[in-house]
């Protein structure tokens, strides 16, 4: 079995700014050197990432359940599926030590068991396992669960310290 990267996961409602975090978060771990993979849950819309009338589209359309279509320097996967898999497919897939991936940063995924970074609404606070921190607007009253950090949304640097420290346990880039 391979050896899982390290993930952690960044939740909240919709709206509520995970994409705009995870993307922070993303940039500021790159820029220390980390190879990083995201993995998105979206299970509110049937996802296409082949346009009407491309050779994948019509490999889709003729019944192909994977379609992977590679150029010189990326290639997309789409798969088919009848019941969705779990995360942990899709983290042991992102594990892949070909990949060469330092840590996995999931968006969505609330009821995981992995570790989350919570962007709490102003209507619903939910209780939520594993909570690393909560990241909230500046504005906001602080909250405080035990165990988790309350940091500013903004505080990216403070929250990449946290990410280094307790989901990384500081292990440095791989390459």
Known sequence: MTRRVPAFAVVGYKNSGKTTLVAKLVAGLTQLGYRVGTCKHDGAHELRLDAEGTDSSKHRGAGADVVLVAGRTEAFWQRTYREEPPLDAWLEQLSD??????????????????????LPSAEKLEQLSNVLAYAVESSRPPIADEGAGVYDREDVEGLIHMILARVLRNAPPSH
Request: glycine letters at 10%; charged letters at 25%.
């Open 97 to 118: 030590p070909a990949l060469g991936l330092d840590v996995i940063v999931v968006e969505g995924w609330k009821r995981s068991d992995l570790s989350k970074i919570v």
